[in-house]
């Protein structure tokens, strides 16, 4: 008994040891003779009710040998104890079977978990023999095919699997070259539906494996969903108007954005790996957006706020901002960014024509109040010029201030050219027609070292024109540029012909504000001294100009009747490398020149009869009335649209003419003449003013007028045109 390994011991009916082995002293700690006669429940007192008496009480009353698992707590070990009753008493042994427990343990949970796992799969899960016999199956395979267990293992795993699927027999081959596989197949339900899976199968012994199906149909959908959505969503960012790019607000780089944006920023895809908007960002505007980024709104979204960038060519391109943080983490961001280019040269352009519009507006103020004031002047001076001999030393003096008057009347045209009112006579020209003629009026004031060189375009398409104004436009520029060439040799470069304004053109000028389609072209190019950029910045300011003495409305005078021909004129010029001006005119819509009309000479014999004059300025009033008295005419004035109502109710049978002033307080004379028609429907009506003539009659559109005269107007002028509509 010493020589076993387990402990033995024998004791009495009264508990009391008689007997203990060697080993079962050591075991507990003690010497045998220690023990003997000793009780157990004073040696092992925490034992008394693990069962270890129960144990002995039932050997003793069947008289056979029992055997109980039990927890020592003096031991603090899991024992099997062997228990033989004899007449007086009994002997135990026991064995140490902790780690059998645990091992027993640790089986009974691995069982638990797996079954669970098992039987709470969302996936199929089946186990099978390496030849397809399904061993078991749990509850969401049956679901997934429509099968009983036992009827998945009557079918086998070849019975769930479409056999028209191709991929099965490359995973089966996988499977047995690796000992597991992953791959996409077809299965098939109890009612032969089909469906797409997704299997697993791993080796977990010899001859058997496990099969994992998952049911990948939503998935697959769903898969196929996203890739229609992504490429709906890559659609509408590509196809948006702006700008939009996917970036990390920290570090700057920019993930992806769409076409818009890298037209923007001049761009290329290719460049979208190196692109990092703090770097393309215009010095100025970076702290700007970062400070947008740091001060997001709770929801993630910044304010919108304006920026520029800065392309490779140098150039900047200002924008407005928008933009949301994709995540709570705010290290995604996607920017919107609108191209304020256009709008930016539409506002230039809307800012210069509001300042023309408004300079041009004081011009023909000017303009007008000269014209009325020059009508006595002249006037006065060429009807005093009739009342005095040849040869009096007044005469001179009254020529002169006719010549002075005519200088002033040719400003008072460069004002209302300037104004966009000075067109006067409108006809079918030929630029590279006239020009030759024009030209023949310049070339004594060029200097001999600056040659004229000419490209004019054969068969040039007419334009609808003034030809003074185009021989004032010809002539500030060819002087212009003569300026410019100054005491150098140098050229002169005058050419015409068609160009075609389309899209890229307009790019290229902004500044030029026309429908697209073709236009005859003038293009005056020099090689002289060029400009800077402050200067172009200001070329067609009315009064600048950088010559030492110069009223400077040369090139703002060129710029209004341009504009009045509904043209334009754009500069390309740079220091050092010359100027080159460009004037663009619509093409006229008839290509028939008109023949020209001669009037028939009017003698003073052929008319008689009382002239009624309205006009508001008071020497103009005199100056015609005197004018037209001297010629046997009997006159009445007005001062007013209102007086002239009133004289011509009191002398309705008596005036068959009026003289009729188009600017006046309170009524014009667009307004007053259908009161006058209804007063005496017969009446003929001479329209004066000093706008041209096809403005003017543009204000009288649908109502008969017999005659124009433009201010401002000598006394024999005045008195032609009256005999002319008399006669």
């Known amino acids: 008994m010493d020589s ?210 998952r049911d990948v149909t939503e998935r697959k959908r769903d898969e196929q969903t996203l890739r229609e959505s992504e490429a709906r969503f890559r659609f509408v960012v590509e196809s948006s108007m702006m700008g939009v790019l996917f970036t990390d607000p920290v570090t700057g780089e920019i993930f992806d954005a769409n076409q818009e944006f890298l037209r923007i920023v001049g761009r290329t895809r290719d460049d979208l790996g190196r692109l990092n908007w703090k770097e393309i960002t215009a010095p100025g505007f970076l702290a700007r957006s970062e400070e947008a980024i740091a001060s997001a709104l709770p929801d993630g979204r910044l304010r919108p706020f304006e920026k520029e960038y800065v392309r490779p060519d140098g150039s900047r391109a200002p924008v407005i901002v928008a933009a949301s943080f994709l995540d709570d983490t705010r290290r995604r961001l996607v920017v919107f960014v609108l191209d304020r280019s256009e709008q930016k040269r539409s506002e230039e352009r809307w800012r210069e024509a509001q300042k023309l519009e408004s300079i041009g507006l004081l011009a023909g103020g000017i303009a007008h109040d000269f014209n009325n004031l020059l009508v006595a002047v002249v006037g006065g001076a060429s009807l005093a010029l009739d009342m005095i001999p040849p040869e009096s030393g007044a005469a001179e003096l009254l020529l002169r201030v006719l010549k002075t008057g005519e200088q002033l009347a040719h400003l008072t045209r460069q004002l209302l050219a300037y104004a966009g009112k000075g067109r006067f006579v409108v006809e079918p020209l030929n630029l590279s027609t006239v020009i030759p003629e024009m030209i023949a009026l310049v070339q004594p004031s060029i200097p001999k070292k600056v040659a004229l060189h000419f490209e004019l375009a054969p068969d040039l398409p007419l334009v609808e024109a003034d030809r003074g104004q185009m021989q004032q436009v010809l002539m500030n520029l060819v002087f212009n540029a003569a300026e410019a060439v100054g005491n150098e040799v140098g050229a002169i470069h005058i050419r015409t012909g068609v160009r075609f304004v389309d899209a890229g053109y307009l790019q290229l000028h902004p500044e030029v504000d026309l429908p697209g389609g073709k236009y005859i072209y003038l293009e005056v190019r020099d090689t002289g001294c060029g400009m800077d950029r402050a200067t172009l910045s200001r070329i067609f300011d009315p009064f600048f100009t950088t010559k030492i003495l110069g009223r400077g409305l040369g090139l703002s005078a060129v710029s209004g009747i341009i504009r009045s021909h509904k043209g334009a004129i754009t500069i390309e010029s740079a220091p050092g490398n010359g100027s080159s001006f460009t004037v663009l005119l619509p093409i006229a819509e008839s290509q028939v020149a008109p023949p020209q009309a001669e009037r028939p000479a009017v003698s003073v014999s052929q008319v008689t009869g009382v002239v009624l004059i309205v006009d508001d300025e008071l020497l103009v009033r005199e100056m015609a009335g005197k004018a037209l008295r001297r010629q046997g005419f009997e006159v009445l004035l007005a001062a007013s649209a209102a007086e002239a109502i009133d004289v011509l109710t009191r002398h309705s049978g008596e005036i068959p003419l009026v003289v009729l002033d188009l600017s006046m307080p309170g009524m014009g004379g667009e307004e007053v003449l259908p009161e006058l028609r209804r007063i005496r429907p017969e009446i003929r009506v001479v329209v004066s003013s000093g706008y041209d003539e096809a403005r003017t009659m543009e204000l009288f559109r649908g109502q008969s007028v017999s005659g124009f005269i433009q201010k401002p107007y000598t006394a024999n002028s005045l008195v032609e045109k009256i005999l002319s509509v008399m006669a």
């Not at 427990?101 to 009974?108: F, N, V, W």
């Open 4 to 213: 076993l390994v387990d402990p033995v011991v024998a004791f009495d009916k009264q508990w009391r040891y008689t007997y203990v082995s060697r080993r079962a002293a050591e075991t507990l700690g003690k010497k045998p003779e220690e023990l003997i006669g000793r009780s157990i429940w004073e040696v092992l007192p925490d034992d008394a009710d693990t069962g270890f008496r129960a144990a002995c009480e039932r050997a003793w009353a069947d008289g056979k040998p029992v055997t109980v698992e039990r927890y020592s707590h003096v031991l603090d070990r899991w024992v099997e104890n062997s228990i033989c009753p004899f007449e007086n008493g009994a002997s135990a042994q026991w064995r140490d079977i902790t780690e059998r427990k645990r091992i027993e343990s640790a089986l009974r949970e691995s069982e638990r978990r797996y079954r669970s796992l098992f039987e709470n799969s969302s996936d199929a899960v089946i186990l099978a023999f390496d030849d397809g016999t399904v061993i078991e199956a749990n509850p969401a395979a049956c679901a997934l095919f429509g099968m009983t267990e036992e009827e998945i293992c009557r079918a086998g795993r070849a019975g769930l699997i479409d056999p028209t699927d191709a991929r099965i027999a490359a995973a089966v081959e996988e499977r047995r070259r690796t000992g597991h596989v992953r791959a996409e197949s077809r299965h098939v339900r109890k009612d032969g539906s089909k469906f797409e899976g997704e299997i697993s199968s791993v080796q977990i012994d010899e001859g058997r494996q496990f099969v994992i199906i």
